[in-house]
């Protein structure tokens, strides 16, 4: 067995008594070590007779993990069980495992190699510190063994002396033990491997699988993030579904472009430890969503034809950049599903084209009855069946003069000749009669053929162009026309237009100084300028399937979510709040062009319960929305000035939003009328590099300084407002937000000051 020369020498000192009671706990040590069969409970022994033994207050035992670099332990006595890692270089621990030397520190807090930060995390104080290596029988030191505050005194040269004997006698122990622990750990991972790998094999929906294979190589690599990009062949670009269920977004990348691009391209392995050192990372996505990636590993996804069909993509390995151990797992994890993948493409592709033509089918206006070759019906959509008063499922499997019945005569002859014949007929504005009513349609009756030429039976489109066709021409003036369409498909419109609570998006938009720019144009001029206005705008509200209520003046009040709401309705509002300011930012130019006069203008949008239907008298009704979650809109689009913003959205928009967007929060306020203080972000997404140059330096610096704001720190937070003006000096918030500061300081608000501030104006 190895023999410490100091720990020997100090040995030598002990008494003959002393001597022999170190000897015998040290072997009863090692008979309690030996009887163990895990690693933490060698560790838990060892710490508990250290601390005993040199009577402290507490220990941890640390062993060292050369592939990362770290000194690691599970035990630290009076905290919760919990793995603790620190680089093998740092605080006393650290320097005590590089020099391979005891230490006895009396004053832990006056030892510039003391490390703070774990008393700041935990509340525990360390006063004094025992610290010894442990080495193996070669003389090696495998980790260190550390003991804090005597309980009695100050720790001496025989605790020292003691406690690098007893981690020398069980080192053997420990390095088994550590063995034996790395075996059994590789053998439950290939286990999960191989268990993991077979369940996702039989898994044919894309999305689900695509997010399990991300999912399990984060966790495999102990990653941050995952990736796996799929090649769509008639797009030439990898995709790739980010987030579940309502929330899942598709990703599309040219598949030639990029880190992913690149591998995909080559079919060769990429592992970049130092992301914004290598030229091929585009640090864009970086700066539109916020994150900061550090290391990529990328390895292309291979069929057992050995065709690249994706690439799975690794970000930022947890403790340092990956290694090749890494390199292989995830190439021989994207190998084993591999066909997988396909399989799963493929189904998926099957699917949507089902999918597709069963929606489609669904989704139209008119309606469409096929009848077989034997003349029994076979399908019928929606339109269909609500044109003819009946279902889908009532007249399944029936003779066309069963489905239309006596009345319609005529289209039952029409549907015998097109069979007989091969040749489509059609009828124009006619009338068919169903339970009495009678309904004015366009009908086109056209044989089915498959692609071998063989009949397939007959189909029926009905085109109503009765009430429901006259009714969408009224709606569609102030309504997207498709949102009218579906208006009309849900049958009862009185349900639709009639009042009731729903939940909305509502936009408020402004054009700023109006009243100085009818002082220029006059009358018409005023008029013919707001007209080309109101059509670029409207159009913005329209594409994403907003309802226009009314113009105000000059003002714009819209809103998403009704009549029929949507699952996105937050981000249809606040693409459509983007687009109008884009847009208006393009018409300036050309306005500026032809030496007109550009305009401006603000926008506030608000997502609560209002109140939404007909109100007015019996004369005059108007289809609008009232409540206060349109006020606050309103209120929102008037403060733009106050904060020199163009787009502010309130925190229950924000809440809901599910796309990723440059947002930052203003402020929190109490508007006019109001009691409850309110969060206000704005939305700077409209911005290009020339408009706003430097715009995540803005907003980290600027984030950090309302924070601090909001704790009183007048002096940090003005330096935050600085930096982030340094980074763009036209940003006018910040100036704002300086200004406020200087006035807080110099009439503090008190500590019970909860950052919110009092709006007054409307």
């Known amino acids: 067995m190895y023999d410490n020369p100091r720990t020997t020498k100090k040995a030598q000192n002990l008494s003959q008594s002393e001597h022999i009671k170190q000897l015998q706990m040290m072997l009863d040590v090692s008979r309690q070590v030996a009887a163990l069969d895990t690693l933490d409970a060698v560790l838990d022994t060892l710490v508990s007779v250290a601390v005993a033994e040199t009577k402290a207050e507490r220990g941890t035992l640390f062993l060292h993990d050369a592939t990362t670099g770290e000194l690691f332990s599970r035990v630290a006595q009076g905290l919760k069980r919990h793995e603790i890692r620190i680089?093998?270089?740092?605080?006393?621990?650290?320097?005590?495992?590089?020099?391979?030397?005891?230490?006895?520190?009396?004053?832990?807090?006056?030892?510039?190699?003391?490390?703070?930060?774990?008393?700041?995390?935990?509340?525990?104080?360390?006063?004094?510190?025992?610290?010894?290596?442990?080495?193996?029988?070669?003389?090696?030191?495998?980790?260190?063994?550390?003991?804090?505050?005597?309980?009695?005194?100050?720790?001496?040269?025989?605790?020292?002396?003691?406690?690098?004997?007893?981690?020398?006698?069980?080192?053997?122990?420990?390095?088994?033990?550590?063995?034996?622990?790395?075996?059994?750990?590789?053998?439950?991972?290939?286990?999960?491997?191989?268990?993991?790998v077979s369940d996702m094999t039989s898994e044919l929906e894309l999305t689900r699988l695509l997010q399990r294979v991300m999912s399990e190589a984060t966790r495999m690599l102990d990653a941050e993030r995952s990736t796996l990009f799929i090649n769509d062949e008639k797009t030439n670009e990898l995709f790739s579904h980010v987030g579940e269920g309502l929330d899942s977004v598709e990703i599309r990348l040219p598949n030639?472009?990029?880190?992913?691009?690149?591998?995909?391209?080559?079919?060769?392995?990429?592992?970049?430890?130092?992301?914004?050192?290598?030229?091929?990372?585009?640090?864009?996505?970086?700066?539109?969503?916020?994150?900061?990636?550090?290391?990529?590993?990328?390895?292309?996804?291979?069929?057992?034809?050995?065709?690249?069909?994706?690439?799975?993509?690794?970000?930022?390995?947890?403790?340092?950049?990956?290694?090749?151990?890494?390199?292989?797992?995830?190439?021989?994890?994207?190998?084993?599903?591999?066909?997988?993948?396909?399989?799963?493409?493929?189904?998926?592709?099957?699917?949507?084209?089902?999918?597709?033509?069963?929606?489609?089918?669904?989704?139209?206006?008119?309606?469409?009855?096929?009848?077989?070759?034997?003349?029994?019906?076979?399908?019928c959509n929606a339109a269909g069946a609500r044109i003819m008063r009946t279902s889908a499922k009532e007249i399944l499997g029936k003779k066309p003069e069963d489905v239309f019945g006596e009345a319609n005569q005529w289209l039952i002859d029409k549907i015998a000749r097109v069979a007989e014949s091969d040749v489509g007929e059609n009828m124009m504005d006619t009338e068919l009669v169903f339970d009495g009513d009678k309904a004015?349609?366009?009908?086109?009756?056209?044989?089915?053929?498959?692609?071998?030429?063989?009949?397939?039976?007959?189909?029926?489109?009905?085109?109503?162009?009765?009430?429901?066709?006259?009714?969408?021409?009224?709606?569609?003036?102030?309504?997207?026309?498709?949102?009218?369409?579906?208006?009309?498909?849900?049958?009862?419109?009185?349900?639709i237009l009639g009042g009731k609570d729903t939940v909305a998006t509502v936009l408020f938009s402004d054009v700023r100084s109006f009243t100085t720019i009818t002082e220029k144009l006059g009358a018409q001029g005023t008029v013919a300028l707001l007209n080309d206005y109101f059509e670029l705008m409207v159009d913005?509200?329209?594409?994403?399937?907003?309802?226009?209520?009314?113009?105000?003046?000059?003002?714009?009040?819209?809103?998403?979510?009704?009549?029929?709401?949507h699952d996105d309705d937050e981000d249809r509002g606040l693409r459509a709040g983007i687009n109008m300011i884009k847009r208006l930012w393009e018409w300036n130019k050309a306005r500026a062009a032809r030496g007109e006069m550009e305009i401006d203008m603000g926008l506030g949008l608000n997502t609560d319960s209002i109140v939404a239907g007909n109100i007015g008298s019996k004369k005059r009704m108007d289809y609008t929305m009232i409540g206060d979650g349109v006020n606050l809109a309103a209120r929102?689009?008037?403060?733009?000035?106050?904060?020199?913003?163009?787009?502010?959205?309130?925190?229950?928009?924000?809440?809901?939003?599910?796309?990723?967007?440059?947002?930052?929060?203003?402020?929190?306020?109490?508007?006019?009328?109001?009691t409850q203080p309110v969060g206000v972000f704005e939305c700077l997404d409209y911005h290009t590099d020339e408009t706003f140059p430097n715009l995540m330096d803005v907003l980290g610096n600027f984030n950090e300084g309302v924070k601090q704001y909001r704790k009183q720190e007048w002096d940090r937070a003005v330096h935050y407002f600085q930096d982030a003006l340094k980074a763009n000096e036209h940003d006018k918030l910040g100036h704002t937000y300086i200004e406020r500061c200087e006035l807080m300081r110099q009439n503090p608000p008190g500590d019970d000051w909860d950052g919110v501030w009092i709006m007054k104006d409307k």
């Open 87 to 196: 680089l093998d270089n740092v605080g006393i621990a650290g320097f005590t495992f590089q020099n391979g030397d005891g230490q006895i520190i009396h004053d832990a807090y006056n030892d510039e190699r003391f490390n703070r930060d774990v008393d700041a995390e935990t509340g525990f104080t360390t006063k004094s510190i025992l610290a010894a290596p442990v080495r193996n029988a070669k003389g090696e030191v495998i980790g260190v063994a550390q003991v804090l505050n005597k309980k009695d005194g100050q720790f001496t040269e025989l605790d020292l002396a003691v406690l690098e004997g007893m981690t020398t006698q069980c080192a053997i122990t420990l390095q088994s033990m550590q063995l034996v622990e790395r075996m059994e750990v590789t053998r439950q991972r290939e286990i999960e491997f191989l268990n993991i």
């Open 256 to 379: 030639h472009l990029g880190i992913a691009g690149a591998v995909f391209t080559s079919g060769d392995t990429v592992n970049i430890p130092y992301a914004y050192a290598d030229l091929r990372f585009n640090p864009g996505f970086d700066k539109q969503t916020g994150f900061f990636t550090r290391s990529i590993l990328c390895v292309p996804v291979v069929n057992k034809a050995g065709k690249v069909i994706g690439v799975t993509q690794a970000l930022n390995k947890r403790g340092g950049p990956f290694t090749e151990d890494d390199e292989s797992r995830l190439k021989a994890f994207t190998a084993q599903i591999a066909i997988g993948l396909e399989n799963a493409k493929l189904f998926g592709d099957v699917q949507a084209m089902k999918n597709y033509n069963e929606s489609m089918l669904q989704s139209m206006s008119n309606g469409v009855i096929t009848f077989d070759e034997e003349g029994e019906n076979k399908t």
């Open 440 to 495: 004015s349609v366009n009908v086109t009756v056209l044989p089915m053929e498959s692609g071998e030429g063989t009949s397939l039976g007959t189909l029926v489109m009905i085109e109503d162009i009765s009430d429901a066709k006259r009714a969408k021409s009224t709606l569609s003036r102030y309504m997207d026309p498709g949102l009218a369409d579906q208006m009309l498909a849900g049958g009862n419109q009185d349900d």
């Open 540 to 565: 913005c509200i329209s594409e994403q399937g907003g309802m226009l209520d009314k113009f105000i003046g000059d003002a714009i009040m819209a809103a998403f979510g009704i009549p029929l709401p």
């Open 636 to 674: 929102l689009e008037s403060a733009c000035k106050q904060y020199s913003a163009r787009i502010l959205l309130s925190e229950y928009t924000v809440a809901k939003l599910k796309g990723v967007y440059r947002l930052r929060e203003v402020d929190k306020v109490v508007v006019k009328g109001k």
